[in-house]
């Protein structure tokens, strides 16, 4: 009798055991990027970027002027290479957004319409300097400044995943503008602000040399209006002063991403979660209401009306989408603004969402489209 209880006993414990191993391999998460409801504690990141200053002995003499290699009749931004602005000492010091424009491909080829909508952006900034990033230039970003956050980045399943991530790198570390290939600059990005009453702080007094007492900004689009929509607010378009610490969020939520990914029980639950919910607009969503909620007063995030940005919704109906989403045959510019009235609203910009990206890859048929002429 006595041997038999012992028996129960033990298999009471067993099975306690078991649930056990299971709880804490999966129950305390729900699902990457499912939820968007307000982060119960606050845990904004601490930890720093690595900035180090031996890395520039290994850079060339810089040239003081930027050749222009696209100098047409109208001024375009001056070219700067990713290696050049790795090479200058970073000063992420606070105020207002620096004069750089940050893009980001495969390579340094682009393809026929991204061209000629970078080359629309660099026109309305003809005094600041365009950056256009490639994969290989943003691991090195990675791994010059932000060394523990290279196994993340690298074990990212895809290159959208790390272009995505690399977007909050550029604000983070150098600031200025960045924006997606498929976004055509109606206006000057600071005049846009400034004729909609949108007051930055300003540059930092360096004679003063009190950074702390500069407030930092972040400026972020919202798509359609739906705050609840959880594409609401795109990473296409973003800009930011430098050492903005929002930045940091979207970095650390990719880092826990990938540590909850490699347990043995959560991978065989969970479907790995997609580029949108762990680097993209669900994963930004989450990090400004997180942020929104613990973050701090002095270095505030704004997300700008969607008539600013992201006049064209690709959530919207068809007959807009027909003409304005460069993924339809019937695609036709000039017809999208008027009938958006860009004009009108002061839009910034309009991205028309060429979607190059399919789940982990690239989307060859969307990308032979803009790649032609016209
Ligand atoms: C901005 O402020 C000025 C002066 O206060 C006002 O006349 C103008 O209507 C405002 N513009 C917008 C877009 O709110
Ligand atoms: C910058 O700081 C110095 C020293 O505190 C002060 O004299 C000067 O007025 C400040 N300039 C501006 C533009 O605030
Ligand atoms: C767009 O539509 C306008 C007006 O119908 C037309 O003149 C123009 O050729 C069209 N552009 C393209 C690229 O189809």
Redesign the pocket.
């Known amino acids: 009798m006595l041997f038999f209880q012992r028996l129960r006993r033990l298999y009471i414990l067993a099975i306690t055991l078991l649930f056990c191993i299971i709880f804490i391999q999966i129950i305390p998460y729900f699902g990457p990027g499912l939820s968007i409801s307000r982060p119960s504690s606050c845990q904004l990141p601490v930890t720093p970027p690595h900035i180090s200053s031996s890395h520039t002995s290994n850079c060339p003499l810089l040239s003081a002027s930027h050749p222009q290699a696209d100098s047409s009749h109208t001024k375009l931004a001056s070219a700067l290479s990713p290696a050049e602005l790795l090479c200058r000492s970073p000063k992420p010091l606070p105020g207002g957004i620096p004069k750089l424009l940050h893009q980001s491909w495969k390579s340094t080829e682009l393809p026929a319409k991204f061209k000629k909508w970078s080359n629309t952006c660099r026109r309305q900034h003809p005094d600041w300097e365009w950056v256009l990033w490639t994969d290989e230039d943003n691991l090195q970003l990675v791994k010059q400044y932000f060394p523990w956050l290279e196994d993340t980045f690298s074990s990212l399943p895809g290159n959208i995943y790390r272009a995505d991530l690399a977007r909050s790198l550029y604000m983070y570390i150098f600031g200025g503008v960045y924006a997606d290939l498929d976004t055509e600059c109606l206006r000057p990005t600071l005049d846009a602000l400034a004729?909609?009453?949108i007051s930055l702080p300003g540059q930092p007094n360096e004679s003063s040399g009190d950074e702390a007492s500069v407030a930092r900004v972040a400026l972020l689009g919202r798509m359609g209006s739906d705050p609840a929509f959880d594409h609401s607010i795109p990473n296409a378009w973003m800009a930011a002063s430098a050492g903005h610490p929002f930045f940091l969020l979207p970095m650390s939520s990719a880092q826990a991403e990938i540590q909850k990914s490699r347990r043995i029980l959560h991978s065989w639950w969970y479907d790995y979660p997609s580029a949108e919910q762990l680097t993209g607009p669900i994963a930004l969503l989450k990090n400004v209401k997180q942020y929104e909620f613990c973050g701090d007063a002095a270095n505030k995030i704004i997300v700008l009306p969607d008539s600013m940005v992201y006049p064209f919704n690709w959530n919207t109906k068809e007959n807009v989408r027909s003409l304005c989403s460069a993924e339809k045959e019937t695609f036709n510019e000039t017809l999208c603004k008027d009938v958006l009235e860009v004009d009108l609203k002061?839009s910034i910009s309009i991205t028309y969402w060429s979607h190059t990206h399919r789940g982990k890859g690239a989307d060859v048929e969307n990308i032979e489209r803009i790649s032609q002429d016209g």
């Open positions: 004729s909609q009453n002061g």
